[in-house]
């Protein structure tokens, strides 16, 4: 009987499995130069990514903070490259302090139909910053080992604005007035700006006390002249309550107030009236004047024809003027007591707390800067 030996070394070195593992083998080491450098892109490209977001974070920060300082003046522009470049330094990127030089700041105005920033040299003229980064060469460590190119640029630019201040849709201080606002639609702004208003008797060009969502009464209109944030923030829409009676309390607290007042009535407001006869207004104060913002309310033209309407109720308010109360008479017949107003719609004061007013009387709020570009 024919025995058959096997050779186990050969036949197993043959055998299909073996083969297979070579050619494994083999196609790992000619593959994996490519999967190196497949690798090292992607840790190199997310890594510039994070340097090239922290670079364009810091031209946006910089570019509104910058803007921030723009006031229409050669000065406001020095302050506005000086601040830019302080805020991109509190930044990092790459975990080094981003660096901004001074040329790579521009100054101009944002043409909004274009869409384009325009340099100008004219500070009035200036609304908007230009800001570019140069972080340099970034390195690419591990895909210069595959592809034998260590760096790559990573730069940064931003383009912040300062929008146009707007008529504000609230506001957190104000006298205890309100004036109707077909004063408005029935006068120029020239007009508006030379009225003399009053308290009483009622009749056209009046003035009243107002008080958000509640009848105006004495202990009330005191608080609010002591401090004009005691009602808290009054918004349009909101509903004010009416009257233009004499309250005898409220007007010596009103004299009071105009004697330690450090404003007075301006130069640019032409001549200021005659005082009133029987006027409370120490002579020594006279031309001093109790300011601040004055509620507008829209109760129909009534309140500008005929009697003038009859500040009782509640009317809704539409926006806010600038008011100086300058002559008080808080003695004598209960007809004789009354104060005198002089609204300011020519000079913008910032004094709003939130856009989304529609009447432009000269209070405005502060549109915060934005990023344009």
Known sequence: MRRFAFDTKTSASSSPRRRRDGSYA??????????????????????????RTEIQAAADIAALAATAELDGTDEGIERARATAIRAAARN??????????????????????????IESSDPEEVDSVSVWLNKGQVSAAFASVAFDDPYTEVTGASVGLDPLDVPPGALSCHLPLGIPKCVFDQHTDSEVNSLVLVLNPSGVDNVGWARLGDSPNANWIKQQLYDCTYSGEVRVDDMVGLQNGEVVSALKEVDDAIAVSDTRWLPEWGEMPVQMDGSTVKSADWGKTLEGPIIVFDGGDDYCVGSGGNFTGY???????????????SQGAAASKNIHVHLDTTIERQFGTRPGGTLDAGIVYDTPPQIAR
Do not use: C, N
Request: no cysteine; hydrophobic share 50%.
């Open 26 to 51: 083999m196609l790992l080491v000619i593959s994996l130069p490519v999967l190196l450098g497949v690798g090292a892109i992607a840790v190199d490209l997310s890594y510039q990514k994070v340097v």
């Open 315 to 329: 009317e809704p308010v539409v926006g806010f003027v600038w008011g100086a109360i300058f002559d008080v008479r």
């Open 92 to 117: 990092t990127a790459g975990g080094e302090s981003v660096q901004l030089k001074s040329e790579w700041l521009r100054f101009g105005h944002w043409d909004s139909q274009s869409g384009q920033f």
